[in-house]
């Protein structure tokens, strides 16, 4: 047969037999392909929803960037299911693992990384159904969402997403209760600039294919590390540096308010002060496209300088020197006590901020 389709190919001309010869070709790789489809794990289903348990332990939690909104991390996670169709198998060389069903486990947000992945037998006791325990290894920069509103005593949630191939209604990723989910402190390379909570917090969510009105949810298993940002960095250098220079402000009102000219001369200066100083700062901050809690600080008291100023003028148009000068020791009491509860306001949310974390991951 084969000396026959060689002879018909030398009776065609030279275009027309290439022409042939790539046709033959391109539906050899297709056989090829299709036979491969047919027998590959990613294609193998089984009948009803499986339960797939998952431990991950997280090392290596370095790199958190606030304003790319990533980190760097070393992920060890262990799979477990029940596979009916390994019955009998003690040995998981006896396996061919290209043929048996997979839960199809990729991570979402990644950028780019390396995996390895071992698989294993473990025989259930009382049972005759074994176990398959896949055990795999990723180092990755993952991508997450990061909020600055509360900067610089911000709480960032760091989040590894897990998500399924197979449909909601074929698979179903939980957490597996027989071991800990735990993250290495040790190794974590921004302990200068963050700290860490001890425990991970894992929970089981869905994702939506709006492409798809066949298979519309998938399983999703989120790992979440928890980070608070170290703020003594930015007290003492911003906040703390910044407090004495507008405190000043209250100099002006031991001026007498004959002496108009000399009050606005330092009430300007210290507002200039106080805008140079906010642009200096500015270019040891996250750029971010809202105001945080450190902006809100600092433009706080550029607007209670430009208040001062404000009053200062004003002061200087009553006629009655008795009023006026009442009206300056009621402005200096009035912005004394703002200054005292704005603090003490802002004390009262920067602790209401800090996270309560939960002493397991249980959900």
Not at 19 to 37: A, F
Not at 307 to 326: E, H, L, M, P
């Amino acid at each position: 047969m084969a000396s026959e389709d060689k002879m018909s190919y030398h009776n065609i001309d030279g275009p027309q037999w290439l022409v042939v010869s790539e046709l033959k070709h391109i539906s050899g790789e297709l056989n090829r392909t299709n036979n491969y489809l047919d027998s590959n794990k990613w294609y193998s289903s089984r009948e009803g929803q499986i339960r797939v348990l998952i431990t991950p332990t997280l090392f290596s939690l370095r790199d958190v960037d606030t304003v790319k909104q990533e980190f760097s991390a070393e992920l060890w996670y262990e799979i477990f299911y029940k596979d009916p169709n390994l019955i009998g198998v003690k040995k998981r060389e006896d396996v061919d693992w290209d043929k048996t069903w997979d839960p199809r486990i990729v991570l979402r947000n990644t950028t780019t990384f390396e995996t390895e992945t071992r698989r294993n037998l473990i025989p259930v006791v009382g049972e005759d159904l074994p176990i398959v325990h896949q055990f795999r290894k990723v180092w990755a920069t993952f991508k997450t969402k990061m909020n600055l509103t509360d900067f610089p005593f911000d709480h960032q949630r760091l989040t590894v997403e897990l998500m399924s191939g197979w449909p909601l209604k074929e698979v179903e990723l939980r957490k597996n209760y027989g071991s800990n989910d735990t993250i290495d402190k040790e190794n974590f390379a921004d302990e200068y600039q963050w700290d860490v909570s001890k425990y991970l917090e894992c929970e089981p969510g869905t994702k939506t294919n709006s492409q798809s009105t066949t298979f519309g949810e998938y399983p999703v298993y989120n790992i979440t590390a928890h980070v608070q940002r170290k703020a003594a960095f930015y007290l003492w250098n911003t906040a703390l540096i910044l407090f004495p220079i507008m405190a000043v402000s209250f100099v002006v009102f031991s001026i007498p308010i004959e002496d108009n000219k000399t009050r606005l001369t330092i009430t300007f200066t210290i507002l200039l002060t106080a805008v140079a100083y906010k642009l200096v700062v500015c270019q040891y901050l996250p750029t971010v496209p809202y105001l945080t809690l450190l902006d809100k600080y600092v433009l706080g008291w550029i607007v209670f300088q430009c208040a001062v100023a404000v009053q200062n003028a004003v002061v200087s148009c009553i006629r009655y020197k008795d009023s006026a000068r009442r009206f300056d020791e009621f402005c200096a009491a009035v912005f004394g006590a703002v200054v005292v509860l704005a603090h003490l306001c802002f004390g009262i949310f920067i602790m209401g901020k800090r996270p309560t974390l939960r002493p397991d991951c249980k959900v």
